[in-house]
């Protein structure tokens, strides 16, 4: 990885190795729900079960974050996913996989999750020099893009149409690979005493704190919660949009998802220059926009290939708003507070997309499969007016400092 190091090639193959085995199962998990049932309720429950851990754990999973070496929590944990999608394998190639044994699965997955992309984010500024981090994210996401969304969706639709277990066996398998690559880094580890340990309670509290003082920071968190309350209202059930609306099949459905990793592969090519020429405030106003017109071009159309090119589009859009949130956020969280202050931050984060998750398949089921873009267009539009002025709190991302002093912990 050039001038950032061998310690983050390392944390970046890893990345990979994770964002290949989930992108398989992206596919293929609305794949297996769909076979099992055609509720929209019930498929959009299935990412529910996956996202609420984010909600009951995220913040006590944050203290143990920058509580204990990060490097062997995301080992041990990905051995833990490891063993629950195989167990899952197993159970669908025996074919006494239920819609409920699922949501157990997701929800475990989901848990673990909470550990180790909270200390995977709190390690990067451990192993990346301050002024690179803006790289270091975007080469993450970029990473991210064309694994999750980009190459693995199809490979994990065809692999499900061969035989249904085998998406999430080679999941299981990423999920090992991904442990021991880990532990290969050697910067970040803690040594000497470990940090005092004092009652969850008041460790978490610090956290959220600090979270509630920084107004930057507390303006992004309760943007992102309403960004993804309508965005996951829209795309739980986006597998039954496709077939429904826009006549895919299996192998359709994986090939439309990486419509949003190709444009979140131009948004990462095109981010440092962007932000050399304009205010991270201007981006993410037009983000807003770009967010809003989405729901509304993917309630309108019905060609697959128009909604398509809508997803790239919209794939841009995520990833630029992802590496300047990202990266403002590790500049100005302090080391021994960061994995608190992330896991606060996702709270709003996968809260808000669980809270969308929960609500799609209801008004879907009520109002028909187009109502919860139309909704989510809706409401982006009030968020986008809402955030507009605040946004200017943002500054560009070659300001090493923040906007107003970091409060204190």
């Excluded at 819609?99 to 699965?105: D, E, G, Q």
């Excluded at 969280?333 to 931050?345: E, I, K, N």
Aim: hydrophobic residues 55%.
């Amino acid at each position: 990885m050039g001038k950032m190091g061998a310690d983050f090639g390392r944390l970046w193959s890893a990345s990979a190795a994770t964002n290949i085995g989930d992108g398989v199962a992206l596919a293929a998990g609305p794949l297996l729900m769909a076979s099992l049932t055609g509720d929209p309720r019930l498929v959009a429950a299935a990412a529910f079960a996956q996202q609420l851990p984010w909600l009951l754990l995220s913040l006590v999973s944050g203290v143990f974050v920058d509580r204990l070496d990060r490097r062997k929590l995301i080992a041990v944990v990905n051995g833990f996913r490891a063993l629950v999608i195989g167990g899952l394998a197993v159970a669908i190639q025996a074919e006494v996989a239920t819609v409920w044994l699922i949501y157990l699965a997701f929800f475990l997955v989901g848990t673990a999750e909470t550990l180790a992309d909270n200390a995977s984010n709190a390690m990067i500024p451990a192993v990346v020099p301050e002024p690179l981090l803006p790289k270091a994210n975007a080469r993450l996401i970029a990473v991210h893009m064309v694994a999750n969304q980009f190459a693995a969706p199809p490979l994990g639709a065809a692999l499900f149409a061969l035989a249904a277990a085998v998406p999430f066996g080679v999941n299981a398998v990423m999920f090992v690979v991904a442990g021991l690559l880990v532990l290969g880094i050697k910067s970040g580890q803690r040594t000497g005493q470990p940090p005092e340990k004092r009652p969850i309670r008041a460790e978490l509290a610090e956290g959220v704190r600090w979270l509630a003082n920084h107004r930057v920071l507390r303006m992004l968190a309760v943007t992102i919660c309403l960004m993804n309350v309508t965005l996951m209202a829209a795309f739980a059930i986006l597998v039954l949009y496709a077939r429904e609306r826009l006549g895919l099949g299996e192998v359709g459905f994986g090939v439309l998802l990486t419509a949003t990793a190709v444009g979140g592969l131009i948004g990462t090519a095109i981010a440092a220059p962007l932000q050399a020429r304009f205010s991270n405030s201007s981006i993410l106003r037009v983000g807003l926009t770009i967010e809003t017109l989405t729901h509304v071009g993917l309630a309108l159309t019905q060609t697959a290939w128009v909604a398509a090119v809508i997803l790239v589009i919209f794939g841009v859009h995520g990833s630029l708003w992802g590496t300047i949130a990202i990266s403002w956020r590790q500049k100005v969280v302090p080391d021994q507070l960061r994995g608190r202050v992330h896991s606060a931050y996702m709270v709003f984060s996968v809260g808000g997309a669980a809270l969308g998750s929960l609500i799609s398949g209801p008004i879907a089921a009520s109002f028909g499969i187009t109502a919860p873009f139309w909704g989510s267009a809706a409401v982006m539009a009030v968020v986008t007016a809402a955030a507009w002025r605040s946004l200017k709190l943002v500054t560009r991302a070659r300001d090493a400092a923040p906007a107003e002093p970091a409060p204190q912990p």
